[in-house]
Nanobody, 124 residues
């Protein structure tokens, strides 16, 4: 089992940047594919990005492609999401998730472990 703790959220103006981190417990972090998801008030959870166990494969939803970058440091048991050119519509609680396989997917139903989330607010 793995425990996930997100950090790095906050308030930023439109056009600004933030980097989210997700610290994972345990010594098997490198065995998991990882993903970032978000949920805005009154909306359903949506996918943001996903990364394979090695970091060799990454996936993004169209709305963030070219602005966000997912990465991981398996030596530090940490997942990252670099968010640039932020827009007000990016405002949401952001969650990281782990999947007990090497293969990444943007389907949130295929993830086994979830963090508690970190709030990102983008002002216009």
């Amino acid at each position: 089992q793995v425990q996930l703790v997100e950090s790095g959220g906050g308030l930023v103006q439109a056009g600004g940047s933030l980097r989210l981190s997700c610290a994972a417990s345990g010594r098997t972090f490198s065995m998991y594919a990882m993903g970032w998801f978000r949920q805005a008030p009154g909306k359903e959870r949506e996918s943001v990005a996903a990364i394979s166990w090695s970091g060799g494969s990454t996936y993004y939803v169209d709305s963030v492609n070219g602005r966000f970058a997912i990465s991981r440091d398996n030596d530090k048991n940490t997942l990252y999401l670099q968010m640039n050119s932020l827009k007000p519509e990016d405002t949401a609680v952001y969650y990281c998730a782990a999947r007990r396989t090497h293969i990444a997917t943007l389907d949130p139903d295929r993830y086994d472990y979830w963090g508690q989330g970190t709030q990102v607010t983008v002002s216009s």
